[in-house]
C-alpha cells in the first residue's frame, strides 16, 4: 500500500505539472461548441483538452533542428503528434482496465491527495480553497473534472504499482557482466620487432615489387580530380586599394585605449568576516600559525571559487586598495573595511602595468581597418556580379570586366592551396555539375566567389616508376610483417614445449592487475582483447596491427574484488536498467493486450481541429 501510495503521489505532480505548465493559458474551447473529446477507449473519453495540453507539454519539451522552439508543423513532420496520442490512448486503456477491475477511490483518499498538493496552498502553508479554484480555473477545468481526473490517476497508479511490483533481476544477469568488467589479469608480453629475426630482410627482385604493385595497385591510386574554373575577390587582393588615413588610426587607437593600455592589478582573493572581533581572531590565529586561510574559507562554508575576485585595480578595491597593492603575492592582509565588511584579502598575484604606444600597434590597426573596409568595397560591388553573372557572362568575362581574378584548380578533397581553403568553396566543389551555371558564393572572410565544372578526371593508378620509393617501403614492410608474425609463433611454440618466456631473447614485460579497459600505448590495438581471450595460466597469444607485432603470455586470473564499491555500483545500476527494461516490456504488453480487447475510437476531424489550434 506504500508504494502504492507513493506511485500516486508522483502520478498527481506529474498531472499537475503538465496541467499548469504544459497548458499555458492555451485551450481548446472552440471547435464548433459541441465537440469535446477526439476519441475514446472503451467507455473512457480522450478530451479535446488533454489532447490538447498533452501537445503543448510535448512542444515545450521540444528543440527545433535550428536550437529554437520546435513548430508544430515541425514536431508533425517527425510525427510527435502522433506519440502524444498514442500515449494518452495508453493512459485511458490503464484508465479502461482499472474500471473493469472495479478500482476505485474513496472521497477521503481524494482529499487527502488534494489537500497535500503544495499547487493549492496559501502563504501558511494550508490548503486554500480559493487558490484551488483559481488554478483550475487557469486550466480550464472545474473541480469535478479535476477530482475525476485525480481519482483516475490514482487508481492508475494502483494499477501500475501492482504490474510493476516485485520484478526482481535474474542474479547471474548483472554478476556475469560484473566478472567480466572487473576481472584482471597478470602477464608477461613483448614487442617482436627486426632484431629478433635470424636473419636480416633481403632486397626485393624486380619481379617481387612489380608482383606487389600489381597486387596491391588500389594504394597508389590518383584522386579523382575535379577541373573547376573560378573568379575570386578576397579582402587580401583589395587591401592595397584601401585608404587609411592617421586621423583614423588615432580616432581606433583611442577607442581601444582600455583594452591596450592596462593599470597595475593584483589577483586577489577577499573573505568577508562580518563580525569585527571575529575577523580580528582569525588574522591572529593566521599570524600565529594557529589555521590556514583555506580552512577559514572552508569554515564559513565556502570554497575558494566564491571568495575569487579575479584581477582588480586599485580604484575596484576601495579603501582597502591601498593595502592590498603594498602586499606582495602571498601575503594576506586585513582585516580591512569593506562595503560589506570586514575582510580579509590573500594576494595571489601581481599584473604589471600595460602600456602600448601608438606606434607599436599602427600596423595592426591599419590592417584590421583596411579588412574590414576592403569588406565593405566588395560587398557594394556584388550587385554588379550578380548582374554580370546573370546576364549570362561568362567568369572569364567577369574577370576581365571587374576586379575580380580568374584562376584554375584541378580540386580533390584533399586539396588545400588556392580557395581550397574555404569551407564554402570546398563544399560548392564537391557538389557542382556541368550543368550548373556559375554563382556568386560567400567566402569565410567576407570574399566572394565563383566557380564552374569544367570537366572531371577519375582516379588512375600512378605508374610504379613515380610511386616506385612508396612500393619499396610498402613491399619491405609487408614482408617484415610476415616474418615478425612467423617469429613470434615459433616462439609462442617454444613456450609450449615447457622453455621460459624469460630465455627466448625478447626484451620481456611485466603487467598486472590489468582490467580489459586498460591501454598500453605500445601494444596493438586488439591486445588486450586477444590476452582476455586466453583461458588459463601459462597460454599465450600473438597479436598484430599496424606495424606492431607482440607475444604474451598469461600468468595470473584475477576475480573481481567483492569489496570494490566501483564494481558494486556497476551491479546495482545494472540490476536497475534490468528492472526497467522489464518494466517497460511489461507495460508494453499489458497495454497491448488492453487495447486488443477494448473498443479504441478515434476521430479525425476533432484531432485535426485541434492540431490547427497550434
Given at each position: 500500500m506504500n508504494a502504492s501510495g507513493k506511485t500516486t503521489k508522483t502520478l498527481v505532480w506529474i498531472l499537475m505539472g503538465m496541467l499548469i505548465l504544459g497548458l499555458g493559458g492555451f485551450g481548446v474551447t472552440n471547435l464548433g461548441g459541441s465537440v469535446r473529446t477526439i476519441g475514446s477507449v472503451g467507455d473512457k473519453p480522450i478530451t479535446t483538452q488533454s489532447y490538447s495540453r498533452a501537445l503543448q507539454q510535448m512542444l515545450r519539451g521540444q528543440v527545433s533542428a535550428s536550437g529554437g522552439a520546435m513548430s508544430f508543423a515541425e514536431a508533425q513532420s517527425q510525427q510527435l503528434d502522433r506519440l502524444v496520442l498514442s500515449q494518452l490512448i495508453a493512459a485511458r486503456s490503464l484508465d479502461s482496465e482499472a474500471a473493469q477491475l472495479g478500482l476505485s477511490?474513496?472521497?477521503?483518499?481524494?482529499?487527502?491527495?488534494?489537500?497535500?498538493?503544495?499547487?493549492?496552498?496559501?502563504?501558511?502553508?494550508?490548503?486554500?480553497?480559493?487558490?484551488?479554484?483559481?488554478?483550475?480555473?487557469?486550466?480550464?477545468?472545474?473541480?469535478?473534472?479535476?477530482?475525476?481526473?485525480?481519482r483516475e490517476e490514482i487508481a492508475r497508479g494502483i494499477v501500475q504499482t501492482a504490474m510493476f511490483s516485485n520484478i526482481e533481476p535474474t542474479p547471474s544477469y548483472a554478476e556475469t557482466i560484473v566478472q567480466f568488467i572487473g576481472e584482471k589479469r597478470d602477464f608477461k608480453w613483448a614487442i617482436i620487432d627486426e632484431n629478433a629475426l635470424a636473419e636480416p630482410l633481403s632486397d626485393p627482385s624486380t619481379e617481387e615489387l612489380e608482383a606487389f604493385y600489381s597486387q596491391n595497385q588500389s594504394r597508389y591510386m590518383t584522386p579523382d580530380l575535379r577541373n573547376i574554373t573560378y573568379a575570386i575577390l578576397t579582402p587580401e587582393q583589395m587591401i592595397e586599394q584601401v585608404e587609411v588615413d592617421e586621423n583614423t588610426l588615432r580616432q581606433l587607437y583611442e577607442e581601444r585605449a582600455t583594452e591596450l593600455n592596462r593599470p597595475e592589478r593584483r589577483l586577489v582573493e577577499r573573505l568577508i568576516i562580518s563580525d569585527e572581533k571575529e575577523a580580528e581572531a582569525a588574522a591572529t590565529a593566521l599570524n600565529n600559525r594557529e589555521t590556514s586561510f583555506e580552512n577559514l574559507v572552508k569554515e564559513r562554508g565556502l570554497e575558494l571559487g566564491d571568495i575569487d575576485m579575479g584581477d582588480v585595480t586599485l580604484q575596484d578595491l576601495g579603501d582597502a586598495g591601498e593595502a592590498v597593492f603594498a602586499a606582495q603575492t602571498g601575503d594576506i592582509v586585513g582585516p580591512l573595511q569593506t562595503s560589506l565588511g570586514p575582510a580579509l584579502f590573500r594576494v595571489n598575484g601581481v599584473l604589471a602595468a600595460v602600456t602600448t604606444e601608438f606606434a607599436d600597434v599602427r600596423d595592426e590597426l591599419r590592417d584590421e581597418f583596411a579588412q574590414g573596409r576592403a569588406r565593405r568595397l566588395i560587398d557594394n560591388e556584388r550587385d554588379a556580379f550578380d548582374d554580370l553573372l546573370a546576364s549570362g557572362a561568362t567568369l572569364e568575362e567577369l574577370a576581365s570586366e571587374t576586379i575580380m581574378e580568374l584562376g584554375q584548380i584541378e580540386?580533390?578533397?584533399?586539396?588545400?592551396?588556392?580557395?581550397?581553403?574555404?569551407?564554402?568553396?570546398?563544399?560548392?566543389?564537391?557538389?557542382?555539375?556541368?550543368?550548373?551555371?556559375?554563382?556568386?558564393?560567400?567566402?569565410?572572410?567576407?570574399?566572394?566567389?565563383?566557380?564552374?565544372l569544367d570537366g572531371e578526371v577519375p582516379s588512375v593508378a600512378q605508374p610504379l616508376e613515380e610511386v616506385r620509393e612508396r612500393v619499396i617501403a610498402d613491399e619491405r614492410q609487408s614482408r617484415l610483417i610476415q616474418a615478425l608474425s612467423a617469429k613470434a609463433r615459433d616462439l609462442s611454440d617454444q613456450i609450449a614445449e615447457g622453455n621460459d618466456f624469460d630465455t627466448l631473447g625478447v626484451s620481456v614485460r611485466r603487467e598486472t592487475d590489468m582490467t580489459r579497459t586498460d591501454f598500453l600505448p605500445e601494444a596493438p590495438a586488439g591486445f588486450m582483447v586477444d590476452l582476455f581471450a586466453l583461458k588459463s595460466p601459462g597460454e599465450t597469444t600473438v597479436s598484430q596491427g599496424g606495424s606492431t607485432v607482440t607475444l604474451a603470455q598469461l600468468e595470473t586470473i584475477i576475480s573481481p574484488n567483492p569489496n570494490d564499491e566501483s564494481l558494486e555500483s556497476t551491479r546495482q545500476l545494472l540490476e536497475d536498467q534490468y528492472r526497467n527494461d522489464i518494466a517497460q516490456d511489461m507495460y508494453n504488453m499489458f497495454i497491448t493486450d488492453i487495447q486488443a480487447r477494448t473498443p479504441i475510437i478515434l476521430d479525425e476531424t476533432a484531432i485535426n481541429a485541434v492540431n490547427a489550434q497550434f
Open positions: 477511490v474513496g472521497d477521503e483518499r481524494l482529499a487527502a491527495q488534494i489537500l497535500s498538493t503544495d499547487a493549492f496552498r496559501g502563504v501558511n502553508g494550508e490548503f486554500n480553497r480559493d487558490d484551488y479554484r483559481f488554478r483550475l480555473q487557469q486550466i480550464g477545468l472545474t473541480e469535478r473534472e479535476y477530482e475525476e481526473i485525480v580540386w580533390h578533397s584533399r586539396s588545400e592551396a588556392g580557395p581550397a581553403g574555404y569551407a564554402a568553396f570546398r563544399e560548392a566543389a564537391d557538389r557542382i555539375t556541368t550543368e550548373d551555371f556559375p554563382e556568386l558564393l560567400e567566402l569565410d572572410d567576407g570574399g566572394l566567389i565563383a566557380l564552374r
